[in-house]
């Protein structure tokens, strides 16, 4: 029975951990869209967002550049590369 709690409760913790650790798009006003690992973060006194990207490069974006920023999960699916395989 212990076994069982056990590994109920590592899923669990499995599952929050990968919960936390989303990645984020950034669409820029030039159309270009960058990747983040986490959220990221409005600098209110600076106008600009803060972020790591997916190479795990700290970077930093003015806001006025910044059109859009949504979960990558809900990112529209023809932004998504899909090769076409000849048969």
Known sequence: MKTILWGLCLL???GT???CARHYNITTTGGR???????P???AANG?????DV???KRTIPAG???KVEPASDAPKSSVF??????
Do not use: Q, W
Not at 33 to 39: A, D, E, L, N, V
Not at 48 to 52: E, N, Q, V
Not at 82 to 87: D, F, L, M, S, V
């Open 17 to 19: 951990l990968a919960g």
């Open 12 to 14: 669990l913790l499995a």
């Open 55 to 57: 190479r795990g490069e």
């Open 65 to 67: 550049s910044v059109s």
């Open 33 to 39: 869209m960058i990747t983040t690992k986490g959220k």
């Open 41 to 43: 973060k409005y600098d």
């Open 82 to 87: 899909n090769p076409e395989i000849a048969r």
């Open 48 to 52: 600009c967002f803060h972020f790591t």
